[in-house]
Structures are given as C-alpha cells and as structure tokens.
C-alpha cells in the first residue's frame, strides 16, 4: 500500500497546490526513449548499489507499476492483467532496447477502464442505496483480487460508493433531527430523502475526482511509470520532470517567485484557497480567498489567456513568473463582479518551512525552544541566502539574549534536508570534531568536521524526536548522543534513511537540446555512518528516553520501505565524548521513570493501539444499524481520550521581541504563532524535555558568555 499511498498523493498535489508547481514530461515517445536511456546511463554509472534489470526486477516494476496507477483495484479487469503478463519478464528487455510497449498498452487500455469506471460509477448512484441490506467491503485492497466481469466490477464500485456515503447518510439523520428539535414547526425530512442527499454530496465529489483524472496527461502516467522503474534501485532514487525539479528545489530552499497564492481547481475553476502571509498578493490585499482566476495576462500583452477548463498546473505555469515582472489577473470576486488586479512577482518565502522559536518559562527559569521542518538551504546560493544552520544560529542568540537557560530542539517529523548544514548546526555545541562520515561505493570514507573552536550555545541541550525524523534529523541526533552533548526524547528508533541523493541534472549528458529540458534523476549515491561507525540505515537513531507516541504501532519507517539498502557499519571515526554534564546518565533515569509513571503518555499509548486495531479491520460492514454500533464504540472510545486534548503542561511560550514586532504587522503571523504556542502548552513531550534540561547540571562551564547581540 506505500505505492498506494503515494498515488494518492499526487491526486492531491494535483487538485492542491501553490503558484510554482506542475507535472511534466513527454509526450513524444522517442523523447520518451531518450528518457529512459539517460535514466539507465545514470543509474548504472551513479547509483551506490546498482541492480542487474533482470527478470526478477522486471516482475517487480511490472507488479508496482500497475499497483500505483490502479491502487483500488477498481479499472482493470483479470483479463487486463492476463493479457499485460506476456511483458512481466520483459520489461528489462525493454528498457535496454529503449522500448515502451508494455506502457503503451497499459496506458491505452488505462484510459479506456477509465471511461468506462466514470460512467459505471456515476450511474450507480442514480440508484438508492439499501442501508438495511447485511453485507460486507473488503478494503485490504492488496490482497483483493481483480475482477473478472463487469457485474462483478459494478459491484465493487457500487460497495466502494456506499462505503463513501455511508458516513454522510448519518450526518444527515443527525442534522435533520437537530434542526427538527431547534426550529419549531419543522416536520422533517424522510430517511429516503436524506439518503438521496447524501448520495448526491459523493456524487459531486466523484465528479471533483474523474475531472482531476481527466486532467492527467500520457506524460504524467509515463513519469509514474519512469518512477515504478528507478524505485526498485531504492525508495529514495528517483525522476524530476522539469517542473518537478523546481519543486524540489522550492522545498529545499523554502521561497519560490510568483504571487504567493495557492490555487485550486474545481469545475473547471482555478479558486484562491490562501494567501501567502508576505506575499505579492497578500500585501496587495487585492486578492481574497474565494475569488477565481478567469483570466491571465503577461506584461507587456494586450490579449489575456482564459484558464477556465485549463489543466490546473499550465495555468499555474502563466500565474508564476520571475521577481519584479507583473501579472494581470482577471478576477471574478466572491461577490460575482470582475475586476483585474496587477500584481507585481516577488520572492515568497514560505514560512512554515523555516526555524522558529518561543521563549520557555516554568516558575521563574526561562528556556528556549527551536522548531526545525527541515534542513533548509538553497542550493543555488549557499552562503548569501538563509538556510536551516544560519538560521538556528541566529535563534540561539536571539534567546540567549533573553537569558536562556537550556535549550529543545525540535526534530519531530523532520524529514531532512542539507548534509553541510547539519555539519554547520551540529558545530554550534561542540568545540570541532567529526560529525558525519560518508562512504561511496569502492572509495575511502569521507569525514565531515566542525572545524570551528568556538561553541555557541554550551548549555543543557534536549533534541525532540520521532518516527518521522529522519535523514540529516538523525544525523544530527545521532552526532550529539554520540559526544554525549545532548539527550535524545522520542521514538524507541527514527525513521532509519542512511543513505545520500544527489540530483543530477539530465541535460548535462545531452549532446544537443533539441528536445529541450528533460528534468533531473535524484540518486542514491553514499551512505552515511555515525561518528561511532555504526549505520543509521534501518536502525534510524535509538532515544535515550524513550517514549510512545501516535506513530509507535504505525509501520512507516524505512525498513517498512520497497526496496531499502541494507544496514552496515564502518571503523569509528576520532572523537571526544563531551565532558559537560556531571549528571548525564542519572538525568537520562531520572526522565524515564516520569516517563513510565506519566498517565498522559499511558493514555496516548492506549489511544495509539485502539486507532491501530481499527486500520486493521479490513472486513467493514455496510448496514446501518452495525454502523451505529461501530459508532457508538467509535464514541465511547472517545470519551476515554478526551483527557488528552485538555491536557495543559506547566509551562507558558511566547514569541522573542524580534517577532512580535513582525506580529504587529502581520495578523496571519500572530495568529500562526499564537495557534503554535497553545499546542505546545498541551504538549507532553514539551514538557519532559524542559524537564531534562532542568535536572542537567554543568560541570566545566560556568555561566554562559556574553556573546554580540543580534540587530533585528
């Protein structure tokens, strides 16, 4: 189900997303070729483990392939799937020879299942489902078979449907008889015109669904299918179209250039869903959520392009554009009148990709506390743009200045980011030292070092972690447990990624660009090791104290991957173990006996087994009357853990003078910040970790030294 998941993804990357986004390769089956001979060239010569294209990866990339675009199991037929077969071995006789049979026919065939689903799936509900009828749906759709006839396939769609109004029928009943209560003289309406209520919600949204399906292209399927392809050299290796790429990039650096909105297409609408806070077009105050995008024009051009029916990423491709040049958008405003709004491009920086941090108070000690997403950086200007080290950096002065006592750092679902940047953050608690070694396949290992004497921050340190940390997250994590300079709280082990990408740009092994750009192949290229030589790789990093969380019976780590590199370790690298905390291994029991005697994490435990028992019921009924009963269940379940949302810890957060003065004048900032401070007021985790910082003691270092102030 990972393939799974990540169709479902980009479903909703497709219906979703901001002014700096779109789905592109070829449509032209010799560039198609060309593609796939770059992509082989690259993986042969690049990869850290190469694979032979066997017969055995050719039933896998078949097997993947067609999982990834039909996840459901609710378009082709067994006889599809009999008849796709005669290519299940062949398909790495295929990409040697450059050929895209296998593809076309599964695309061609694709497209006609659809057609047929959409019809099939919206007639059905033109019919009355029978709530009272006993029967089941299976949703292990892994192991469900593919149907063998059309009944059996209308079936299937007409359970699928039902499964998805179901939940609707119910909020109709409940909010028919509340209004039946409330408004005196409102007789009612009956189950039978409910239910047609709720069956008409499921079929506008199966409308919204096919129309995004609609929407994708043969390039978008045959980039799926690229990807089904170099996923089976590791789950981390794999094809940028062009487009994608400056995604990619935009996620690393945390800005892109355009207006700063995030559009939606519905019913052949291109919608505002927000407003970037700093943004072009949220300083302009021009623009509102709700009003949509008729038409666009370039500077410069008399004549504007609708986009009404336009497929939602080329439509994005016309709002972007470079800072300083400007746009005119015909807008239809959400009280029906059009207006056309110039607005001039910017950089946008996405703010909810960058550090953050808040002020600690319990009784009268202050502490600080960074939130790190990711490791951050631009990759096309490194030392004059912020990243994620420079940034933290100026963080950790910043709450010096207010008389930091200790500090958290943040890392829960921290996916990762930049290599130098760890090594730049991880030097502002050490003296120098190794931090990171990194091997390539045949060569002599690497070893990355803090080369800079002086420490920044030489105080209690605490890094927050979970399942979801991974990559840099662990490498960072792993280097400080490892010099005994910070307390690892989290997960029994992080996410366990161990490995290096590279992204190389395609065109670079082009002799002439006549088929224009044809996007990049990120690769998996080293693995990394701990100072102490041991692999992140599966094991991820083990917490010092350990504790529960949602995620602790919920398989998503690497080893839960396709196709992961295996664990190893190497000779441990030259290092000092930090000699700073007296009391390190006493703070470290000390913290799990309040752990293991902490009601709120023995109720988040309970919760987290309850919430995986019910993923695992694959068998789910369909009658109403045992609907009710699951909900009653579902319900009385809640109420045991209602205790979790009022919990409230003993600490108070608030923003660093820099910031409140940036919250003056943007409302949307103040909002965010304050929305962020009151869930870490009911973070247990939070509060464990300031806890750990107050019971550390420091033996070689007195009070902290004066250091510059920070002009914001």
Not at 18 to 33: G, L, R
Request: charged residues 35%; contains cysteine; hydrophobic residues 35%.
């Amino acid at each position: 189900m990972k393939k799974n998941l990540k169709f479902l993804v980009l479903l909703f990357l497709v219906a979703v997303t901001s002014c700096s986004f779109t789905t592109k390769t070829f449509d032209n089956p010799d560039k198609d070729k060309l593609l796939i001979d770059l992509i082989t060239y690259v993986l042969d010569r690049g990869h850290y483990n190469p694979k032979d294209m066997d017969d055995t990866f050719s039933e896998n990339v078949f097997n993947d392939f067609l999982e990834s675009i039909d996840p459901l199991k609710r378009y082709f037929y067994k006889k599809d799937i009999e008849e796709f077969a005669k290519y299940k071995t062949k398909i790495d006789d295929q990409i040697k020879n450059k050929e895209i049979t296998f593809f076309n026919l599964v695309y061609d065939r694709l497209q006609q299942r659809m057609e047929e689903a959409e019809q099939m799936s919206l007639k059905l509900l033109d019919t009355p489902f029978d709530y009272s009828k006993k029967e089941d749906i299976s949703v292990d759709y892994e192991k469900l078979p593919y149907a063998e006839s059309k009944k059996q396939m209308k079936d299937r769609w007409r359970k699928q449907l039902k499964y998805s109004t179901i939940n609707d029928y119910d909020n109709e009943i409940e909010a028919d008889a509340k209004k039946k209560e409330d408004e005196e003289g409102y007789k009612g309406k009956t189950k039978s015109e409910l239910e047609a209520i709720a069956r008409k919600d499921t079929k506008e949204f199966l409308i919204d669904f096919f129309d995004i399906m609609d929407d994708l292209e043969r390039k978008d399927w045959f980039a799926n299918y690229i990807n089904a392809i170099v996923e089976e050299f590791d789950p981390h290796t794999f094809y940028f179209a062009p487009q994608d790429k400056e995604r990619f990039d935009q996620n690393m650096s945390g800005k892109l250039e355009g207006i700063g909105a995030r559009l939606q297409k519905k019913r052949d609408e291109v919608k505002i869903v927000e407003l970037i806070s700093g943004g072009p077009a949220w300083r302009g105050q021009d623009l509102e959520v709700g009003d949509v995008i008729v038409k666009v024009a370039q500077e410069g051009e008399k004549e504007s392009t609708a986009i009404g029916g336009m497929r939602l990423d080329d439509a994005v491709k016309l709002i972007k554009g470079p800072k300083g040049t400007k746009v005119t958008l015909t807008v239809k405003k959400v009280d029906g009148s059009f207006e056309d709004i110039v607005i001039k491009r910017d950089v946008v920086e996405l703010e909810e990709t960058y550090a953050k941090s808040s002020l600690v108070k319990k009784d009268n000690r202050t502490f600080g506390f960074i939130n790190l997403p990711k490791f951050y950086v631009d990759f096309k200007d490194y030392s004059d743009s912020r990243n994620a080290a420079s940034d933290v950096k100026k963080e950790i002065i910043r709450l010096k200045n207010e008389g930091m006592e200790g500090l958290v750092i943040d890392l829960r679902n921290n996916g990762g980011g930049s290599l130098q940047t760890v090594v730049d953050m991880a030097g502002l608690f050490i003296k120098e030292g190794p931090i990171v070694q990194v091997k390539s396949t045949g060569k002599r290992k690497d070893v990355l070092s803090d080369t800079d004497e002086s420490i920044l921050w030489d105080g209690p340190l605490v890094i927050l972690v979970n399942e979801l940390s991974a990559s840099a997250s662990e490498i960072l994590a792993a280097a400080l447990q490892d010099y005994k300079r910070a307390i690892i709280i989290g997960s029994d082990q992080t996410f366990g990624k161990g490995t290096v990408q590279n992204v190389y740009d395609l065109n670079q092994f082009m002799r002439s660009s006549s088929f224009g750009d044809v996007g990049a192949l990120k690769v998996t290229t080293q693995k990394f090791y701990r100072i102490n030589g041991g692999s992140t790789q599966l094991e991820g990093v083990k917490s010092d104290v350990v504790v529960v969380d949602r995620y602790s019976f919920i398989d998503i780590g690497e080893k839960d991957q396709e196709n992961p590199l295996p664990w190893d370790k190497i000779d441990p690298a030259s290092y000092t173990a930090w000699d700073g905390f007296i009391n390190y291994e006493e703070t470290i029991k000390s913290s799990k006996a309040r752990m293991a005697n902490n009601n709120q994490l023995k109720l988040i435990e309970e919760q987290a087994k309850w919430i995986k028992k019910q993923s695992d019921e694959k068998q789910l009924s369909l009658n109403y009357d045992d609907y009710l009963i699951r909900k009653k269940v579902a319900k009385e379940q809640g109420k045991k853990y209602e205790a979790l949302d009022k919990y409230v810890n003993s600490l108070s957060f608030s923003s660093l003078p820099y910031e409140k003065e940036l919250i003056k004048k943007d409302s949307i900032l103040g909002e965010k910040r304050s929305r962020w401070h009151k869930n870490l007021s009911k973070d247990v985790y939070v509060e464990e970790a300031i806890n750990v910082l107050e019971d550390l003691q420091i033996s070689n270092i007195k009070k902290k030294n004066k250091v510059a102030v920070l002009k914001d």
